[in-house]
């Protein structure tokens, strides 16, 4: 029980830490710039006209404190830090004044769940498949297979995207290609919604799944077919123990360990495809939000995003590491 | 070396197939020099001109020769990501290295350090860097920003190897012969970390050209010094697609497709080099047939 | 040993009354290590040509050093190859096994029904022999309850039974292997490999990873439950302390081949091949003064075994003869076998 707790702690203390210099990266970014970064943003809204003093104010106040201008040093750091902490980033440049946590609110439902559902498919097929070519070394479609992981896999997410995209939107129009959902649905929960949705999601889905479970596929391999030289695995079949159940509770589900932590340590990177493969389909996510950021100028808006990534991110990671020792009896009993 | 390479070539069909796709890359990044073209000059053909004898990938809607274009656009991409690899393969070796040999709390907290940049999603972070430094972000910004950020896990690697050689018979004998420390890591243990450092090299430049893609063709970086991706943005801009000049973007796609799978079957076959146990499977079960 | 005559083989069942065939049989087995790397094919005769048996209620021994090919030996006998390694040549046979074909050529239905019901295995290194993330008690019900029939509670109450004879409580049924010390990890698998009273257990360096401390008790046990559960056993080891301490007969190995076989305590009190001599005096005695006498060179590379004898480049009695044949295992008493020119009946 000890040992659990020693786990837990350590799990949370890295937690923290990445939130803490993930955050700090960012306000040190932050200083680099060149520029005065307030007052081209002031500028750049009241051009649009028709946007009160008040809340021009307090727009000044916000950026000034996010871009850490206010006050001494230790000051302008606690400002940031405090600004953080209440997720509050201002109102939002380019959709001025919605708050950009408003803004962020609204997408982050559309990543986490395009993203949670391909990442768990990918990673259970891609291990499935994978467990089954380590085990069955000479079976011809699983060669194949094995094969076409090799392709795939080191092929950037926007390639992939890029070129589900040209093939359904242009070649062969069978899905749609932009949107989450169709326009002319409203927001009243109903069947036709959720088919929308589902609709909407698969090409997306797809270039996640396809550039993803090629690394599931050929790690989980590697793994088992190390593993079946294991001594308990050996002395199983020795014993003439089933194979299925060889396969099953003694080869896949040791080869599962690594492939858990793997999960966690690779979240960052799928995050990153996410991304782009949000904006190659137009998906109303945050990885849309942080591009069409970037294009607008709207700095609260870019911050609020990678802030809410690094956090997002780690939290994800964190519930992994918290239930990986249901996995492994020597972390939960050492 | 020389023997080993040849027999590799011969006998392991990752690396051959991966050979000759980064074989026929680098070709093509060595062609720049012959280019009849300048890279940043542009209507200097007709534009949109489908592949013939004279423009073997056609031309673009700039007035660009594809394939000329191709070349320095691939030899851009190519040295930036060796640039990237070769500095963050400093750092890695370093942390990895130290954090193996010293053990302890430098080994608890480099690691911690560590476990930090592989958790982070850099993306954002890149996006911000851009938003931040705007046009002072050029190429070589962006490579010392990514080599900074790209390093941690293949720390974690050599961490890992370095921890296990610390323990051979070898150590122990170089420690009591009075070599020191500089002389047993770079005689003794060097030969082992290298291979290691040939794979991770590979797969970090995976990382860091498709990273330096996907920034270009969102127009995130310098896109007028050619690269692959500032390519596929401009064809974007011109919406090349629509338009039909399908080969502004099909090209530059495929070459970037056999660049990205050349590397990662190097890294492979590489890795099975390493790893003995996997080996000893090819050869049975080429001995079994 | 291809070169026995029939004739001079030992009768069946010579020693005990029952007119029983041996429980394990094996004759002239060749198991090779084939592999092809870079083009160049390499064979590694591992097992060259090996016939002993294994009879009712004994504990046959088998020494050799580390290359000599007895753990090749044992996963050729319990049908527990993989590739490189191949077997080539040669019978294993069990009691059990209808049609007296080898056990190489049984169907997997019927090796998986030989398999812990008649034929069970220790392993060396009983440390990783138990699967980290399963509890003991699956282990039990995965190897042994579809021959003991069941799983409920008639099946937990005969493994509860059972770990009593290696003094276990049922307690470690709950517990995963790697909350177990390594003494009862290793009675564990003792109580596992006797559970379905096999005819033949096969232990392959049961207590090498062993402390000395544990390494008798662990020893007394496998004898004790030996005897109550009346199965033969096949010992593996280097050491021939334990051989000394355990077993009823006893075979020297020397690089893929036996070179010697004999009940242990004659092959112990009077060796007769160079080898087997060698081995015997090297033990250390108390209060022994004179320094042993060691053996040039190392044993022999069994990719390219040295022509004739294998022993005859490290043997102090080598002949020309020795050089160009293979001496074949031949009787030297009614127990007593050899494969030596220089000695018996062969010269």
């Not at chain 1, 009160?52 to 302008?76: D, F, N, V, W």
């Not at chain 1, 609110?105 to 559902?117: D, F, N, S």
């Not at chain 3, 050093?65 to 294993?92: D, F, H, I, N, W």
Request: with cysteine.
């Amino acid at each position: 029980m000890r040992f659990y707790a020693t786990y837990l702690a350590q799990r949370l203390g890295q937690f923290l830490l990445v939130v803490f210099i993930g955050i700090n990266l960012t306000y040190l970014i932050t200083h680099l710039t060149p520029i005065d970064p307030v007052e081209q943003s002031i500028a750049a809204v009241t051009s649009f006209g028709n946007t009160s003093p008040e809340a021009i104010g307090a727009m000044r106040q916000s950026l000034r404190e996010l871009y850490g201008l206010t006050g001494a040093p230790h000051e302008q750091y606690l400002a940031f830090w405090r600004r953080i902490a209440t997720a509050d980033f201002g109102p939002s440049l380019s959709a001025f004044p919605t708050p950009v946590s408003t803004l962020i609110a609204r997408a982050l439902p559309w990543t986490i769940g395009l993203l949670a559902t391909a990442t768990l498919l990918t990673w259970v097929l891609g291990n499935l498949l994978g467990g089954l070519a380590g085990y069955y070394q000479n079976k011809t479609s699983l060669k194949v297979l094995a094969i076409i992981a090799m392709g795939l896999h080191p092929v950037p997410y926007y390639i992939v995207a890029f070129v589900l995209l040209v093939t359904f939107g242009y070649l062969w129009p069978l899905l749609p290609i932009a949107g989450g959902k169709a326009m002319n649905l409203g927001d009243q929960l109903s069947l036709e919604i959720v088919l929308s949705i589902l609709k909407h999601s698969i090409l997306p889905a797809l270039s996640l799944l396809l550039v993803g479970l090629g690394g599931w596929f050929l790690g989980m391999r590697s793994l088992v077919s190390n593993i079946v030289s294991e001594d308990y695995v050996v002395y199983a079949e020795l014993a003439g123990v089933d194979h299925r159940r060889i396969l099953t509770s003694y080869v896949m589900r040791n080869a599962l360990l690594p492939q858990v932590t793997g999960l966690a340590l690779s979240l960052g990177a799928i995050f990153n495809g996410a991304i782009i493969t949000e904006q190659v389909f137009g998906y109303p996510g945050v990885g849309s939000l942080l591009v069409s950021g970037v294009y607008a100028g709207d700095y609260g808006l870019v911050l609020g995003v990678a802030t809410v990534s690094i956090i997002g991110v780690s939290t994800a990671v964190l519930i992994i590491d918290l239930l990986y020792p249901l996995l492994d009896p020597r972390v939960r009993t050492g | 070396m020389l023997a080993t390479l040849r027999d590799l070539m011969i006998y392991n069909p990752e690396f051959r197939i991966g050979a000759i796709l980064l074989g026929l890359v680098a070709g093509m990044a060595a062609l720049s020099l012959a280019s009849p073209y300048a890279p940043l000059d542009t209507f200097v053909v007709a534009p949109d001109l489908p592949p013939s004898f004279a423009h073997p990938f056609g031309t673009t809607s700039r007035g660009q020769d594809v394939f000329w274009q191709l070349t320095f656009a691939i030899r851009n991409t190519l040295t930036f990501g060796i640039v990237v690899a070769v500095l963050s393969r400093l750092l890695s070796l370093a942390i990895g290295l130290l954090a193996g040999y010293k053990g302890g709390w430098v080994d608890r907290v480099l690691m911690a350090i560590n476990d930090t940049f592989i958790a982070i999603p850099l993306f954002p972070i890149l996006v911000l860097f851009y938003f931040v430094l705007r046009d002072a972000m050029s190429w070589a910004a962006l490579a010392i920003i990514m080599a900074l950020l790209g390093w941690a896990y293949d720390a974690r690697l050599i961490r890992a190897l370095a921890l296990s050689l610390k323990t051979r018979e070898f150590t122990y004998t170089g420690v009591f012969s009075g070599m020191t420390t500089r002389e047993l890591l770079v005689r003794e243990h060097l030969p082992y970390v290298m291979p290691i450092v040939f794979a991770t090299t590979m797969n970090n430049m995976n990382w860091s050209i498709g990273l330096e893609v996907t920034l270009s063709v969102l127009g995130f970086t310098d896109i007028n010094s050619p690269t692959v991706g500032s390519m596929i943005y401009w064809a974007n801009q011109h919406t090349a697609l629509v338009a039909g000049v399908w080969w502004w973007i099909a090209f530059p796609v495929i070459l970037l497709v056999a660049l990205f799978i050349g590397l990662f079957l190097l890294a492979v076959s590489m890795n099975e080099h390493i790893d003995p146990r996997s080996r000893l499977r090819r050869m049975g079960a080429e001995g079994g047939a | 040993m291809t070169a026995t005559p029939a004739a001079d083989r030992e009768p069946k069942r010579a020693s005990a009354g029952a007119p029983r065939e041996p429980v394990l049989t094996v004759e002239d087995l060749k198991a090779y290590y084939r592999t092809r790397h870079f083009g160049i094919e390499r064979e590694v005769r591992a097992v060259d040509g090996v016939s002993f048996e294994v009879r009712d209620n004994e504990i046959y021994g088998l020494a050799g050093e580390s290359s000599s090919g007895k753990s090749t030996l044992l996963k050729a006998v319990a049908a527990a190859m993989r590739p490189p390694l191949q077997v080539v040549g040669g019978t294993v046979r069990m009691r059990f096994l209808a049609g007296a074909k080898s056990l190489h050529q049984a169907s997997s239905a019927e090796l998986a029904q030989l398999r812990w019901r008649r034929l069970s295995y220790i392993m060396q290194g009983s440390m990783s022999a138990l699967n980290p993330v399963r509890r003991v008690r699956r282990s039990f019900e995965d190897f042994a309850a579809r021959h003991l029939g069941g799983t409920g509670a008639a099946f937990e109450a005969k493994v509860v039974a059972h770990l009593e004879l290696v003094r276990l409580d049922k307690g470690v049924l709950d517990a995963y292997p790697h909350e177990l010390s390594g003494g009862m990890r290793q009675r564990v698998t003792i109580a596992l490999a006797t559970l379905c009273r096999p005819d033949l257990v096969i232990a392959d360096e049961p207590t090498t990873a062993l402390d000395v401390v544990v390494q008798k008790d662990v020893l007394d046990m496998i004898r004790d439950v030996q005897r109550q559960v009346g199965s033969s056993l096949l010992l593996v080891t280097h050491d021939l302390g334990v051989h000394a301490y355990l077993t009823d007969r006893l075979a020297i190995m020397y690089g893929g081949r036996l070179v010697e076989e004999a009940p242990t305590e004659t092959l112990f009190r009077s060796p007769q091949h160079p080898y087997s001599k060698h081995l015997i005096a090297s033990l250390p005695r108390i209060g022994e003064e004179a320094p042993k006498v060691t053996l040039t060179g190392g044993p022999p590379n069994l990719a390219e075994p040295p022509p004739g004898c294998r022993f005859h480049p490290r043997c102090p009695l080598v002949m020309e003869r020795c050089r160009r044949e293979t001496p074949a295992l031949t009787r030297l008493a009614p127990h007593h076998r050899v494969a030596c020119f220089a000695v018996g009946g062969q010269a």
